[in-house]
């Protein structure tokens, strides 16, 4: 419940309005110490990015063409983010939520699970409306950095907010193995 919610300082997860239907179409909402945990959240070979991580995907979508216009500069990219489907409608140029059809071109298929707040209420937000994941990365105590996507921009946003609230997260593969070829001596039949 609410009451329960708020008052965790270790690893918890929920389903918007505690509901399965919900967790199965959008995943689960998670408060950051789950991001965090000592258990890690993450399946083997995978884990929680960093703020620095996320900046990495940014820096490449942008470097090359993803932006909703084209260009090579600037954070327009949540088009080539965002699922082709759960968005709330928006006319602005380059939103999600504009010709949810365009969307996706990444195949990384972000849906607009909302989240919850973690102070105070424990009520749930903004589902259809944004994206929210946590990241490993620590600003305080009480506080960590957070990804989002909103249905009515083009950009990515990078903020801070409660340990205690309830967001998404995004796993992402660790130590990829690196191959290396020589150059053929000789082929035969």
Same mark, same amino acid.
């Given at each position: 419940?609410?009451?329960?919610?708020?008052?965790?300082?270790?690893?918890? !997860?929920?389903?918007?309005?505690?509901?399965?239907?919900?967790? =199965?179409?959008?995943? *689960?909402? &998670?408060?950051?110490?789950?991001?965090?945990?000592?258990?890690?959240?993450?399946?083997?070979? !995978? *884990?929680?990015?960093?703020?620095?991580?996320?900046?990495?995907?940014?820096?490449?979508?942008?470097?090359?063409?993803?932006?909703?216009?084209?260009?090579?500069?600037?954070?327009?990219?949540?088009?080539?983010?965002?699922?082709? $489907?759960? !968005?709330?409608? $928006? =006319? /602005?140029?380059?939103?999600?939520?504009?010709?949810? =059809?365009?969307?996706?071109?990444?195949?990384?298929?972000?849906?607009?699970?909302?989240?919850?707040?973690?102070?105070?209420?424990?009520?749930?937000?903004?589902?259809? /409306?944004?994206?929210?994941?946590?990241?490993?990365?620590?600003?305080?105590?009480?506080?960590? !950095?957070?990804?989002?996507?909103? &249905?009515?921009? $083009?950009?990515? %946003?990078?903020?801070?907010?409660?340990?205690?609230?309830?967001?998404?997260?995004?796993?992402?593969?660790?130590?990829?193995?690196?191959?290396?070829?020589?150059?053929? %001596?000789?082929?035969? $039949?």
């Amino acid at each position: 419940d609410n009451a329960a919610w708020v008052g965790l300082t270790t690893a918890a !997860w929920c389903d918007y309005e505690n509901s399965s239907v919900n967790g =199965n179409i959008f995943g *689960h909402l &998670y408060n950051w110490y789950a991001a965090n945990d000592s258990r890690i959240i993450a399946p083997a070979g !995978w *884990h929680v990015p960093t703020v620095e991580e996320w900046d990495t995907l940014k820096d490449y979508l942008i470097a090359n063409g993803y932006n909703y216009d084209g260009t090579i500069e600037n954070n327009k990219f949540a088009k080539a983010l965002a699922s082709t $489907s759960y !968005w709330y409608s $928006s =006319n /602005i140029p380059g939103a999600p939520g504009n010709n949810q =059809n365009a969307n996706n071109n990444t195949g990384f298929t972000a849906l607009p699970g909302g989240g919850r707040y973690g102070i105070s209420t424990g009520d749930y937000f903004s589902l259809g /409306i944004g994206s929210f994941w946590w990241t490993k990365t620590e600003i305080t105590d009480i506080e960590a !950095w957070y990804k989002v996507l909103f &249905y009515g921009y $083009s950009f990515m %946003g990078n903020y801070g907010d409660y340990k205690k609230y309830g967001y998404s997260i995004r796993c992402i593969k660790s130590d990829l193995p690196e191959i290396t070829t020589t150059a053929a %001596g000789t082929i035969t $039949s």
